[in-house]
C-alpha cells in the first residue's frame, strides 16, 4: 500500500506559480515512480509529467514542458511540481500517482492522491 498526499493548490493569476508536493506514505521504495495528472470540469484526466524513481529522468506532456518542472526528495519522501508561467488551461484538479513502472498512461498507476485545486485566473 501507498499513500499520497496532494497541496499547494490555489488561485493563482495568469503568469504566476504554484508549487504542489505529493508527500507519500508506504511501501514507496515499491513504488517508485510518481506521475503527476490534472483534470478540469467535463475532460478526462490527462497526464501531466512524471519521475523516476531516483529522480533522473522526468517527461512532461507538451502542453506543460517548458513550464512546469517535477522534482522529488526520497528522503523525504516528498515530489514537488513547479508550475511557472501559468495559464487559465491549466486550472483543473492535479493529481499524484505512484506506479512500477515508466508510463504515461493513467492505468499505468495502482495509487492516488485524493488531488489540489489549482484554480488560474485570467
Known amino acids: 500500500q501507498v499513500q499520497l498526499v496532494e497541496s499547494g493548490g490555489g488561485l493563482v493569476q495568469t503568469g504566476g506559480s504554484l508549487r504542489l508536493s505529493c508527500a507519500a506514505s508506504?511501501?514507496?521504495?515499491?513504488?517508485?515512480?510518481i506521475g503527476w495528472f490534472r483534470q478540469a470540469p467535463g475532460k478526462e484526466r490527462e497526464f501531466v509529467g512524471l519521475?523516476?524513481?531516483?529522480?533522473?529522468?522526468?517527461s512532461y506532456s507538451d502542453s506543460v514542458k517548458g513550464r512546469f518542472t517535477i522534482s522529488r526528495d526520497n528522503a523525504k519522501n516528498t515530489v514537488h511540481l513547479q508550475m511557472m508561467s501559468l495559464k487559465p488551461e491549466d486550472t483543473a484538479v492535479y493529481y499524484c500517482?505512484?506506479?512500477?513502472?515508466?508510463?504515461?498512461?493513467?492505468?499505468?498507476?495502482?495509487?492516488w492522491g485524493q488531488g489540489t485545486q489549482v484554480t488560474v485566473s485570467s
Open positions: 508506504g511501501r514507496t521504495f515499491s513504488y517508485g515512480y
Open positions: 500517482a505512484a506506479g512500477i513502472r515508466y508510463s504515461r498512461a493513467r492505468d499505468a498507476y495502482d495509487y
Open positions: 519521475v523516476t524513481r531516483s529522480g533522473g529522468s522526468t
